[in-house]
Every structure is written in C-alpha cells, then in structure tokens.
C-alpha cells in the first residue's frame, strides 16, 4: 500500500525483539546468569543501538567457531546472527533516535490496545480503511479529551465541503432555526 500510494514509511524492528535474541546467544557463551552474560549483551546491545548490527553478527559467529561450539550449543548465536542480518535494514536505531523516533512498541501497543483493540475488534465487524481511520480519530479525539474543541471545526468543515462548496459564491441559502426548547451546544435541526 505505501508504494502504491507513494508513501516513504520507516519501518523500525523493536528493540525488545532484538534484546531477546542478544540474551539467548548470550547463554551460548556463558551459560550462568551473572555479570559475564550481563556485560557480553549490554556490549553488544549498545554496539547494534549504534547502528552495527551486521558487524554484531559477524563477530558472535566468529565467537562461536574459535571456541568450537557444536552446532547445537551454537544454535542460538546463529539464529540471533541471521535475526541480526535479515532485518539490519530496519536496526538503524541509531538514525531512528537521532530523529526521535520510538524503537521499542510499548507506547504503540498500548495506544493499540487502548484505541483499536476496544473498539475495532468485535466480532463480525469489518472495516474500510477510511471508515476505520475515522473512527481511530475520533476515540483520540475523546481519550485526549480535545473532542469538544475539535468538534466546531469539524462542523465548520462540513459545512463548507457539503454546503458551501455547492453554491455559487458559497452562500448559502438559510435554513429553519434551531428549535427553540433543544439545548444541544453541537447540534442544529435542519429541514
């Protein structure tokens, strides 16, 4: 969809999926928790969060062969090693950060719990993308408690899209007041 519609999208792997790769080929060197595994992912950690992911992988497979481990003790640096190679495109965290971009999804995912899942998943329901954006928008409008100032310049919106852009110099003809007992600030009867 992004490239058919000519969109540029930066596609950021999280950094906790990393971490859990690093602490499993950690074990492969040293076993026992302690400070040894501790230093050796936190060294490799902050190497691949400056943007040397590939050179990580290189090395911990270097690593495994000069200390000879079976391909089974080995298992888990080769599969962090390809982990690292096949997605290096999208461990730019160093660039990603330089651009104050999020690299873990704990904030997305709960914004996605809170804003999609409650409401857009229910059984049976299915979605247009315009009609899912605009339901999106409107539950952060009310859980950023900015609806009621948003709401106006929606009505305004509208009203210039469907009303004045029909009429020859936007103007509109009038219409029936407001009925005179209803005390709604956003709404207005229109027959």
Known sequence: MAQENEIELTIVVDIIHV???LWS???AFHPESGPKLESWVQHRLLEVLRGKASL???GMRRSATLRGLSANDRKP???CANYLL???PYL???HYLDQGLPIASGVIEGACRHLVK???????????LSGAEAVLRLRALRSSHDFDEYWPFHETCEHKRTHQARYAGGIVPPTTASHPNRK???LRIIT
């Open 77 to 79: 640096v080769d599969i």
């Open 118 to 128: 409650d409401r857009m998943d229910v059984t049976g329901a299915r979605w247009s």
């Open 92 to 94: 730019r965290y160093d």
């Open 86 to 88: 096949t997605y290096a």
């Open 56 to 58: 990580m992988a290189g």
């Open 184 to 186: 709604r600030a956003h």
């Open 25 to 27: 080929a950690g074990r």
């Open 19 to 21: 971490i859990e790769y």
